[in-house]
Structure formats: C-alpha cells, structure tokens
C-alpha cells in the first residue's frame, strides 16, 4: 500500500528483526516499502566491535542508499556492554569507567550514524543504582548531564542531530523530565516514543506530539497497554494511532517514524508488512481528525 504524497515516512527498528542477517532484513523492509530503518546497533546487527567497522559501515551506506532507505541509529543494545546486566553501564552508572565507557559507545553510534547520513542518534538515561540521590541536582542528575552534554557536542562535531529519549523507569522517564534536562543542555533534541505516554508520565501520545512538535529529533510510534513498558504492534495495544499519526502530520513532521517490536522477531516475515499496513491505514484515518492550529504549541 504505497504512501499519500504529503504522507509520513516509517521505519522498522532492527531488534525486531534478529532472527534476520542485516542484509535480508534490509531487503524486508524495502521490499514492504518502509522509507527506512531504525538501526539498533548491536551483536544481532553492525557490531560496533567487531573487526573493521569502517568497511562495514561504508558497505552498509551504499545498501542504504541502493534500497532508498533512510535511517536513524539507535542505541538500546541489551548486553552489548555488559553481558551479564542489562543496559549497563549508563550515564549515570556511580563508577566513572563504566559512565566512561557508554559515553564513549554513545560517541562511536554517532560516528556510524554521521557515516550513513542517519538522522539522528537516539540514547536515554539508565536505571538509577540502588541508593543514587535522583533529585534534581542530585548525584545521578549531575552525572546525566554532563554525559548528555558530552553527547550533544561531540554529535555536533559530526553533523549529527542528538536526539535524547525518556523511558518508563529510567532516570527521566517523560516528556517533563526531558524539557528538565533540555533546558540544562541546550541542543538537545526529544526522541519521542508516543507509547510511553500511555506508560509514564502526564501526556497523552497526541499531546506529546502538539506540545513538542519543535522539539522532535526522532520518532516511535508502537502500540501499548495502558500501564505496562510492553511494545506491541498497531492495534494490540490501547494507543489511538490515527490520533497520534494525525497530529505528526499536522506538525508537518518529515522525520522517519519507527516502529520499535523487539519481542516480535519471530514473525517479523509477516509483521513488518502487515504493521506498515496497519500503520498507512491508521493515518488516512487520522488524517480528517488533525488538531486546529492553536493546539500545536
């Protein structure tokens, strides 16, 4: 089901499809017609420590660009750092080496993303330690802070666009504890993901999107249950797509829009069409409801 002309673009996050070589999951999307991926660079996908990344990427550009796909990287991983905790270390990890190392991964991501011509590069904060002082101007909050800023700068450097996502759980877990940081680190743009509105915070999915519409540096749109931190496809969830999908065309948002279904790698061969589907759908739905011009801040 091809695109309207003035419609939105999507993108498929990679860990939903690790039971895919990256180049046959590439083919999927193209073949589905997404107008680019979300690359959660990862063991599954572009290892960044593996030998001669370099190449790799350069290899994976011209792929990119032969599919006509767009992309944005993501930095997610599980256990790439650390194989035996998830997500660790952070940003706010209490040990410097460990805060030193995913800053300097979060660096590398930017690298990769500058050498494809991404987007953005997307990160988050971390699960705060047992015991951190997470107040504001607390311990956990100064070490965000100048790793967030260390980010931005060095994203700059490459022509990158930074782009910082809050998480159910985390350190800043809404779109309040991201203008808190925003407005500490100047250039830092919002990773929206619609589906922690139903999750975390005081937003609706659409409102996040009115009230941020110039904040948006990346995208996600999967569907959840009201409550729960669970990804799941269009329509499995209690989101209102052509709600949120209307008001990204509203505010004339051109980035991609991802989705993120990483418990689905099992059925990818018939989900990721059946999702864009969904999702192209959802959007002529939504597309007669888009808000008044003075609901878009």
């Excluded at 695109?3 to 990679?14: E, I, M, Q, S, V």
């Excluded at 994203?155 to 350190?171: D, H, I, K, Q, Y």
Aim: overall charge negative.
């Amino acid at each position: 089901m091809s695109a309207p002309a003035d419609g939105l673009r999507y993108a498929y996050n990679t860990n939903g499809l690790t039971s895919h070589r990256l180049t046959d999951a590439l083919a999927l999307l193209a073949d589905s017609g997404y107008d680019g991926v979300a690359l959660t660079v990862d063991v599954a996908h572009h290892d960044p420590f593996a030998p001669r990344l370099a190449a790799r990427t350069a290899a994976l550009a011209r792929r990119l660009d032969r599919l006509g796909l767009g992309s944005t990287v993501e930095t997610g991983a599980r256990f790439l750092l650390d194989p035996r905790r998830k997500h660790e270390p952070t940003l706010i990890s209490p040990d410097p080496a460990g805060r030193a190392r995913r800053l300097a991964f979060l660096r590398l991501c930017a690298d990769i993303a500058a050498d494809l011509g991404s987007e953005a590069v997307s990160f988050w904060a971390g699960v705060p330690a047992p015991g951190t002082d997470t107040s504001p101007g607390g311990t956990a909050w100064r070490h965000l802070v100048d790793g967030v800023r260390a980010v931005v700068a060095y994203a700059a450097e490459r022509g990158v666009t930074a782009a910082f996502e809050p998480e159910p759980g985390m350190l800043v877990e809404d779109c309040a504890g991201w203008s808190r940081l925003a407005a500490l680190v100047p250039g830092l743009r919002l990773a929206l993901d619609t589906g922690h509105c139903l999750v975390a915070g005081g937003l609706t999915p659409r409102q996040a999107v009115l009230d941020h519409a110039r904040d948006l540096g990346a995208v996600a749109v999967e569907d959840m249950p009201y409550g729960r931190h669970e990804h799941r496809a269009p329509g499995e969830g209690d989101m209102d797509l052509p709600a949120v999908l209307g008001a990204l065309r509203a505010v004339r948002y051109r980035g991609l829009v991802s989705l993120e279904l990483s418990r689905d790698a099992h059925r990818a061969d018939v989900l990721v069409p059946a999702a864009l589907e969904a999702l192209r759908n959802a959007e002529r739905a939504g597309a007669g409801g888009a808000p008044e011009p003075e609901e878009v801040r």
